[in-house]
């Protein structure tokens, strides 16, 4: 079992270009998130998804849209990216809302 | 103000040391208390999970909450090289969201 994967791994935008990053889980987990995380400021919720069909906004939505595809897969999409989203994010799973989480490996986003 | 507040480090020991990891909260409705350790270049892992106050222990490790005091630990002993990661502290209410510290850095030197 592969767990939560994560791609791409790293990526480097120019300002204005837009971008998906892909999530998908074989856990068979109901809930996935979305988190940033920036030296000294933790882990930031950007969106999440309770269950399939639905999704909630999180502390940092602005510039970020996201796509729950199924249940397997919840894609976060940044439309017109910005030097202050350069931040490496984290796909997370639980089986229950807000219970234990497991974090894929991050994509590394560098915005020029 | 931070709901979760996380001793920031860096912190760095010699191996064999105990070392003592903390985090202090300000909502009281946080029921359930987590650990996570991060590697460099990885994604967080759950490393302990507890609900109650006092003590739960695994292996070399100890987690220890009082709720009258709103304040969590995480103890490591007889620390290992291994043991080097930044571990971040999560706390959530009945059904409310996860909130996390910002995590401690942990060098344990050879």
């Known amino acids: 079992n592969a767990g939560v994967t994560q791609t791409p791994k790293f990526q480097v935008l120019k300002t204005g270009q837009s971008m998906t990053l892909q999530c998908a889980q074989d856990m068979n987990h109901n809930s996935m998130y979305w988190y940033r995380q920036d030296p000294g400021m933790g882990l930031r919720l950007i969106y999440y998804?309770?269950?399939?069909?639905?999704?909630d906004k999180g502390e940092v939505p602005n510039g970020y849209n996201v796509s729950r595809l199924n249940k397997r897969e919840f894609s976060l999409r940044l439309e017109s990216a910005a030097p202050s989203q350069t931040s490496v994010y984290f796909c997370?799973?639980?089986?229950?809302?807000?219970?234990?989480?497991?974090f894929g490996p991050g994509t590394r986003l560098t915005v020029t | 103000q931070k709901e979760v507040e996380q001793d920031p480090g860096p912190l760095s020991v010699p191996e064999g040391a105990i070392v003592s990891l903390n985090c202090t909260y300000s909502n009281s409705a946080f029921q359930y208390f987590m650990w996570y350790r991060q590697y460099s270049r990885k994604g967080p892992e759950l490393l302990m999970y507890t609900y109650s106050s006092g003590n739960k222990e695994d292996g070399r490790f100890t987690a220890q909450v009082d709720k009258s005091s709103k304040y969590i630990s995480l103890f490591i002993r007889d620390s290992q090289p291994s043991d080097s990661a930044t571990y971040l502290c999560?706390?959530?209410?009945?059904?409310?969201?996860?909130?996390f510290g910002d995590g401690t850095t942990l060098t344990v030197k050879p």
């Open positions: 997370a799973t639980s089986e229950v809302e807000w219970d234990e989480q497991y």
């Open positions: 998804s309770a269950s399939e069909g639905t999704t």
């Open positions: 999560a706390m959530k209410t009945n059904a409310g969201k996860s909130t």
